[in-house]
């Protein structure tokens, strides 16, 4: 191969890893909003406009909405359009199931494994938490909320837990932001966390699980207010993702 073939190789490959990374971004993108809930449930989704939007050709941006259709956030109804997915309420029932029992394993070894340094970041993490909720910040509470199992996956030795937590509650999370604003709502969330970190800080993996699973059992039964406020944001179960283009 010759200098300029050699050339040629490499401008391809770095056309491909931009293409890539553009699909990424904007898929992450999409993602962030969907999730926090600033795209709801039947947004209608203009690739031409999103494409516009990032500085980008349509390509990376069909390529990020049919990933996010694979996820079920985002639905593809040929001849109609494409959407923000409605919020499927079977794939909750389901999420909770694999959250609570990936957390509950997850806590009871971070019982068994605290340190006093351990207990000082859980303690950290909820002076954080009564803060945002003081000042009603649900975004920034969600975020310590994510930092806060993400912390006890990490204290409990096996931290590539968490990734699989968050894959499991996509559709969870989406539900919650709707919760949070609800009164009292984040200072019942807030009261269970000490809960459970009172638990751990004892070294009582049995008292650890109780908490976790109380704190877990609360999250479902919110549910039906939520429907009752938002009921267009909602569906029985998602319909089977087909693939488009445009």
């Not at 926090?36 to 990020?64: F, K, L, Y």
């Not at 954080?128 to 912390?151: I, K, L, N, P, V």
């Not at 009921?231 to 179960?237: T, Y």
Request: net charge negative.
């Amino acid at each position: 191969m010759n200098t300029k073939e050699k050339l040629q190789e490499l401008e391809a490959a770095n056309g491909q890893d931009a293409a890539l990374s553009a699909s990424r971004r904007v898929y992450l993108d999409l993602r962030m909003r969907i999730v926090e809930m600033s795209m709801p449930p039947g947004t209608r989704i203009v690739e031409r406009d999103i494409a516009a939007e990032h500085g980008t050709s349509r390509t990376p941006v069909h390529e990020a909405v049919q990933r996010l259709a694979e996820e079920g956030l985002v639905e593809i109804m040929p001849r109609v359009g494409t959407f923000v997915a409605r919020i499927p309420l079977d794939a909750l029932e389901e999420a909770m199931l694999v959250r609570t029992a990936l957390e509950i394993a997850i806590v009871e070894e971070a019982a068994k494994r605290i340190s006093p340094e351990g207990v000082e970041v859980l303690r950290g993490i909820l002076a954080s938490q009564r803060q945002c909720t003081e000042a009603g910040d649900t975004r920034g509470f969600h975020q310590t909320d994510e930092a806060f199992h993400a912390a006890l996956a990490e204290l409990s030795g096996h931290p590539g837990v968490w990734p699989i937590i968050l894959q499991a509650k996509t559709q969870i999370d989406r539900y919650r932001r709707l919760t949070l604003p609800l009164p009292g709502r984040m200072e019942h969330v807030v009261d269970e966390h000490v809960d459970v970190v009172d638990a751990i800080a004892r070294g009582e993996p049995a008292a650890a699980v109780a908490a976790m699973r109380s704190h877990l059992d609360h999250v479902l039964p919110v549910l039906e207010v939520a429907r009752t406020l938002q009921p267009e944001f909602f569906i029985q179960h998602l319909p089977e993702h087909k693939s488009a283009h445009g």
